[in-house]
């Protein structure tokens, strides 16, 4: 069974710029996550999708950010515009029920 | 609200020592408990987890955590390290309700293990 992924890998863009995050989680999972870490810091909680809902979104930081999860399978995260501030690495997760599998993350690095 | 606490940052320790690292917590509702690990150019696994019963909860790869209410820690251990043990360990914290919360880290800890 294929794991969470996450699409690109690595993003490096300028300030201003827009980047578009994807997920793809496990079959199955109705509960998906996305975290960010921001260099040197914990692991942060942006929001969390049921199905296509959002269940909790406290985490996201501002109005630049926009997630969605089209028909409750994949997540997209849009920075837009992205600033210096928004670098780190996004991780997404899921889970049916308790444990969270998370995907490899995306290092967003804005210039 | 909670928040972990990974005094930390960074563990060095040769190989076959015993390391032991330090996980405290804060929360005003009761918690589950987790350690994941990253690996170089990895994403996050989980390690092990404490949800109930036997305090004292082990992994596949030899290392172990104890829960301990009173002084609310949930310390990672393990009696002799592996090369392959170097890695990121992060602790983590979740509401005890339906088990689909989020996830509150602490901030990590490198550990090295030195041949």
């Known amino acids: 069974e294929a794991g969470v992924t996450q699409f690109p890998s690595h993003s490096v863009i300028e300030k201003g710029q827009t980047v578009t995050l994807r997920c793809d989680p496990i079959s199955g999972h109705d509960n998906l996550y996305w975290y960010r870490r921001v260099m040197g810091k914990e692991i942060k909680f942006l929001l969390h999708?049921?199905?296509?809902?959002?269940?909790?979104e406290s985490g996201m930081p501002n109005n630049r950010f926009l997630a969605e999860r089209t028909g409750g399978t994949y997540s997209t995260l849009k920075v837009q515009p992205a600033e210096l501030e928004d670098s780190g690495v996004y991780f997404c997760a899921s889970s049916h029920f308790g444990e969270q599998y998370f995907g490899p993350g995306t290092r967003l690095t804005v210039t | 609200a909670q928040s972990v606490t990974q005094l930390d940052s960074q563990v060095p320790v040769f190989e076959e020592a015993p390391v032991e690292l330090r996980c405290n917590y804060s929360s005003s509702v009761s918690v589950y408990l987790f350690w994941y690990v990253q690996y170089p150019n990895q994403g996050l696994q989980l390690l092990l987890k404490y949800l109930s019963g036997s305090t004292l909860v082990e992994s596949i790869n030899g290392f172990e955590a104890e829960f301990n209410k009173s002084q609310t820690s949930f310390h990672l251990r393990k009696p002799s390290v592996h090369i392959s043990d170097t890695a990121e360990y992060f602790c983590?914290?979740?509401?005890?309700?339906?088990?689909?919360?989020?996830?509150?880290f602490g901030k990590g800890t490198r550990l090295s293990v030195i041949a």
């Open positions: 999708f049921v199905k296509e809902s959002k269940q909790d």
């Open positions: 983590a914290v979740s509401e005890r309700n339906s088990g689909n919360t989020p996830l509150v």
